[in-house]
């Protein structure tokens, strides 16, 4: 069975710098996809980025940017110029044909 | 466009009775999810549908029953609830075919059995 890791339960940035959260799946299919999702505190799950597997090119959407490496079976997120409204829940999820498999979350402090 | 609906939004419930929480999608999406999310575990997939009439256990299904008549409603139903399936609910939903169509969630349904 497919499975997502997320290493980092907690991690703290000061506004305005740069963090990466980690996230390393399991899988033996070679056409798939993966996700972030951003879970603030009102609990609303928001789509951040998607990353297709058979494209080299990582991701980018506006200060959020992915490392994907499909090799290591990795795909970090990275979140430059941090604001006061990046802080929440992060979590991975990978899907290939009708399952999705979340990781078990990173929770991003950013400080002031 | 609403989206999709989860209701109740908040609920108590005693150990041994039987609950149904609702879901409601306006976008006629074929793939329909129900997940838990527990402190630690993430978001677990307890059972999904395919289409109407069409479904699947996922991580976690025992003690839970779904159905699927109308493709846009997918209720869970806790048949006798225990203190363990105290857990927020989440509905989701997504187009159907290409695996890179994202899937979209309802605001939760927070459960607490005493």
């Known amino acids: 069975a497919q499975t997502v890791t997320q290493s980092q339960p907690e991690m703290s940035v000061q506004e305005a710098e740069t963090v990466t959260l980690s996230c390393t799946y399991d899988?033996?299919?070679?056409?798939?996809?993966l996700f972030w999702y951003k879970q603030p505190p009102s609990r609303q799950m928001i789509l951040v980025i998607r990353?297709?597997?058979?494209?080299?090119q990582n991701a980018t959407e506006n200060r959020f940017s992915v490392n994907f490496q499909k090799a290591a079976k990795s795909f970090s997120l990275k979140i430059s110029d941090s604001q006061l409204g990046d802080a929440a829940m992060y979590f991975c999820?990978?899907?290939?044909?009708?399952?999705?498999?979340f990781g078990p979350g990173t929770r991003l402090s950013v400080l002031p | 466009d609403a989206g999709i609906t989860q209701s109740p939004r908040y609920k108590i419930t005693e150990t041994g009775r039987q609950v149904t929480l609702m879901c409601h999608q306006t976008?006629?999406?074929?793939?329909m999810f129900w997940y838990r999310q527990d402190l630690g575990h993430g978001l677990r997939l307890i059972y999904y549908?395919?289409?109407?009439?069409?479904?699947d256990k996922g991580e976690v299904p025992d003690g839970y029953v779904v159905s699927r008549s109308k493709t846009e409603n997918f209720p869970l139903t806790l048949e006798s609830a225990t203190r363990s399936q105290t857990s927020v609910y989440f509905c989701?939903?997504?187009?159907?075919?290409?695996?890179?169509?994202?899937?979209?969630f309802g605001e939760g349904s927070w459960l607490t059995v005493v």
């Open positions: 999820a990978y899907r290939d044909g009708q399952n999705f498999v």
């Open positions: 976008w006629s999406h074929s793939y």
């Open positions: 990353q297709e597997a058979y494209k080299q």
């Open positions: 989701a939903s997504s187009p159907q075919g290409h695996s890179g169509n994202t899937i979209y």
């Open positions: 549908s395919a289409a109407a009439d069409i479904t």
């Open positions: 899988t033996s299919e070679s056409d798939y996809y």
